[in-house]
T-cell receptor, first 110, second 113 residues
Framework: SQQGEEDPQALSIQEGENATMNCSYK?????LQWYRQNSGRGLVHLIL?????REKHSGRLRVTLDTSKKSSSLLITASRAADTASYFC??????????FGTGTRLLVSP | DSGVTQTPKHLITATGQRVTLRCSPR?????VYWYQQSLDQGLQFLIQ???????AKGNILERFSAQQFPDLHSELNLSSLELGDSALYFC????????????FGNGTRLTVT
């Protein structure tokens, strides 16, 4: 069963626009991570936010975490065509058992 | 390149057969994870090993088994294969501490006919 649910399931934007993806989860977590997957390839780690953090930045990525609402958001600013991929949130509970959400498919058109 | 190597890349086999998927983790990583990705089930956590010992178990069928060897490589054995086992199987590794990111291989695409 999935721990996280991403929203929206699919997102289509133009280059230069911002893309926001949301993740909701069900149980208490130690950390939340975002990963990216290009079609048919392995997932690539983007950013990690710990349960005691509220916001984190990495380049064009901004992640927020609201543990009271059990939700997180990933913002990609100034999107590029190369950002086209699926994005997954993953929640860490216990000894680094990472459970992935269902993913958001992002399409960035030139 | 994540540093995680999975072999084979593709595998086509018949129902009822048994296959072994192999994973070499990134140098220095002690933890290995196996995930199954299919269109209708998303990315499902199967099992995790840390330095040779099983640490966490997910939705792994009894027909599936895994192990991590002393050299830290891992194998996932799938037996009595069914059509529904067709999927991408990913191995990932990490240093193993709480919050350490996972590094994924490019997966083995299993097709059961």
């Amino acid at each position: 069963s999935q721990q996280g649910e991403e929203d929206p399931q699919a997102l289509s934007i133009q280059e230069g626009e911002n893309a926001t993806m949301n993740c909701s989860y069900k149980t208490s977590i130690n950390n939340l991570q975002w990963y990216r997957q290009n079609s048919g390839r392995g997932l690539v780690h983007l950013i990690l936010i710990r349960s005691n953090e509220r916001e984190k930045h990495s380049g064009r990525l901004r992640v927020t975490l609201d543990t009271s609402k059990k939700s997180s958001s990933l913002l990609i600013t100034a999107s590029r065509a190369a950002d086209t991929a699926s994005y997954f949130c993953a929640t860490g509970t216990g000894f680094q058992k990472l459970v992935f959400g269902t993913g958001t498919r992002l399409l960035v058109s030139p | 390149d994540s540093g995680v190597t999975q072999t084979p890349k593709h595998l086509i086999t018949a129902t009822g057969q048994r296959v072994t998927l192999r994973c070499s983790p990134r140098s220095g990583d002690l933890s290995v994870y196996w995930y199954q990705q299919s269109l209708d089930q998303g990315l499902q956590f199967l099992i995790q090993y840390y330095n040779g010992e099983e640490r966490a178990k997910g939705n792994i069928l009894e027909r599936f088994s895994a192990q991590q060897f002393p050299d830290l490589h891992s194998e996932l054995n799938l037996s009595s294969l069914e059509l529904g086992d067709s999927a991408l199987y990913f191995c990932a590794s990490s240093v193993g501490g709480l919050g350490s990111p996972l590094h994924f291989g490019n997966g083995t695409r299993l097709t059961v006919t």
